[in-house]
């Protein structure tokens, strides 16, 4: 999938694994993917355990804070929250976490699935029924991508939701 992917004027929920790979304010992947999102008018959120990951607690290494600051500063990235007080945020939660599950087939257990890859779908799930908009997810992780899919169509989201490789992303974004 490409940049024509994710339509104007909607919101995008992003992984650790995609701002990783954007690096910082001085990377030219960060600056391609900046004026993206500023050109399509995009809301993206990085929702707090992703950002946890990051290394957003207090003791973490400061350039990772410095990272996201930068874009919060720069008025594209914004904290999200997951609301488990709607009901089916859980049940989003756990059939991603189940689906992953079993597309890893023996290769990992329960444990072992990272639990930001099933939270990305929970939220993406409550900003849908919210807002009432198009949500794209960027994820780095082919069986998040597809177990994230497959969970928001079982919820009745799927055409209202993308997800996309987002490392492919913003290679086609350096085109």
């Given at each position: 999938?490409?940049?024509?992917?994710?339509?104007?004027?909607?919101?995008?929920?992003?992984?650790?694994?995609?701002?990783?790979?954007?690096?910082?304010?001085?990377?030219?992947?960060?600056?391609?993917?900046?004026?993206?999102?500023?050109?399509?008018?995009?809301?993206?959120?990085?929702?707090?355990?992703?950002?946890?990951?990051?290394?957003?607690?207090?003791?973490?290494?400061?350039?990772?804070?410095?990272?996201?600051?930068?874009?919060?500063?720069?008025?594209?990235?914004?904290?999200?929250?997951?609301?488990?007080?709607?009901?089916?945020?859980?049940?989003?939660?756990?059939?991603t976490r189940r689906?992953?599950?079993?597309?890893?087939?023996?290769?990992?257990?329960?444990?072992?699935?990272?639990?930001?890859?099933?939270?990305?779908?929970?939220?993406?799930?409550?900003?849908?029924?919210?807002?009432?908009?198009?949500?794209?997810?960027?994820?780095s992780d082919t069986?998040?991508?597809?177990?994230?899919?497959?969970?928001?169509?079982?919820?009745?989201?799927?055409?209202?939701?993308?997800?996309?490789?987002?490392?492919?992303?913003?290679?086609?974004?350096?085109?």
């Open positions: 999938m490409t940049e024509e992917s994710i339509p104007s004027d909607s919101v995008v929920i992003i992984d650790s694994s995609v701002l990783f790979a954007m690096g910082g304010p001085s990377n030219e992947k960060y600056q391609a993917f900046e004026r993206h999102v500023q050109r399509q008018n995009l809301t993206v959120y990085v929702p707090q355990q992703v950002a946890a990951e990051l290394g957003e607690s207090p003791d973490a290494y400061a350039y990772q804070r410095d990272r996201l600051k930068a874009a919060q500063d720069a008025g594209w990235l914004h904290p999200g929250e997951i609301d488990f007080t709607l009901a089916t945020v859980s049940d989003v939660v756990d059939k689906r992953m599950l079993a597309l890893s087939a023996d290769d990992v257990t329960e444990d072992d699935i990272e639990k930001t890859d099933t939270i990305l779908a929970g939220v993406a799930y409550q900003y849908v029924v919210r807002k009432e908009t198009h949500v794209t997810l960027l994820v069986i998040a991508e597809r177990a994230i899919e497959d969970a928001l169509s079982a919820v009745g989201v799927g055409d209202r939701t993308t997800v996309v490789e987002g490392r492919t992303l913003l290679r086609s974004l350096m085109d």
